[in-house]
């Protein structure tokens, strides 16, 4: 695979999506949950999505249980509780597994584009976030402890 766009995703209610669909567009990955100590970073993910989505950037929230089950709704409460507590706009997707054997493809991909601290391939955390550039190669890998509007200055650099 060369590229972000190779990848096919499921959307919440299961129907395949294209990551081509984003050709051309900066794209924000992150693996999200509803009941962590960082699940407020949503009002800060949304607001990067509102103020830079029309130059380009698309955010995409990929529900993961997988740390301390802080996930455990299914595509129906996890939509709900994104968009009644956050008023989330940008594409939230099909809960994945982001680590194991049964890791989604496109989060394997990202973690051997873009390795963590010492070369670590294994996410840590929910809320690790992946900068993807508009030819769809990634260009950041950002902690969960990272704060989204920290992410501006990486984000306008590719606009």
Same mark, same amino acid.
């Given at each position: 695979?060369?590229? $972000?766009?190779? %990848?096919?995703?499921?959307?919440? *209610?299961? &129907?395949?999506?294209? /990551? +081509?669909?984003?050709?051309?567009?900066?794209?924000l990955v992150v693996n999200t949950?509803?009941?962590?100590?960082?699940?407020?970073?949503?009002?800060?993910?949304?607001?990067?999505?509102?103020?830079?989505?029309?130059?380009?950037l698309t955010v995409m929230g990929?529900?993961?249980?997988?740390?301390?089950?802080?996930?455990?709704?299914?595509?129906?409460? $996890?939509?709900? %509780?994104?968009?009644?507590?956050? *008023?989330? &706009?940008?594409?939230? /997707? +099909?809960?994945?597994?982001?680590?194991?054997?049964?890791?989604?493809?496109?989060?394997?991909?990202?973690?051997?584009?873009?390795?963590?601290?010492?070369?670590?391939?294994?996410?840590?955390?929910?809320?690790?976030?992946?900068?993807?550039?508009r030819s769809g190669k990634v260009?950041?890998?950002?902690?969960?402890?990272?704060?989204?509007?920290?992410?501006?200055?990486?984000?306008?650099?590719?606009?």
């Open positions: 695979m060369s590229g $972000i766009g190779d %990848f096919t995703v499921r959307a919440a *209610d299961g &129907t395949p999506v294209a /990551m +081509a669909a984003y050709a051309g567009r900066v794209l949950a509803s009941k962590c100590g960082f699940t407020p970073q949503y009002d800060g993910l949304e607001a990067l999505h509102r103020r830079y989505a029309a130059q380009g990929f529900p993961c249980n997988q740390f301390g089950a802080q996930e455990p709704g299914d595509a129906a409460e $996890i939509a709900n %509780f994104c968009s009644l507590t956050y *008023d989330v &706009t940008f594409p939230v /997707m +099909a809960k994945v597994e982001v680590n194991g054997d049964g890791a989604d493809p496109l989060f394997g991909w990202l973690k051997r584009e873009a390795p963590g601290l010492l070369g670590t391939k294994a996410i840590k955390w929910n809320f690790t976030k992946f900068l993807v550039d260009v950041g890998r950002y902690a969960p402890t990272t704060k989204p509007e920290d992410l501006a200055r990486d984000i306008e650099g590719l606009l």
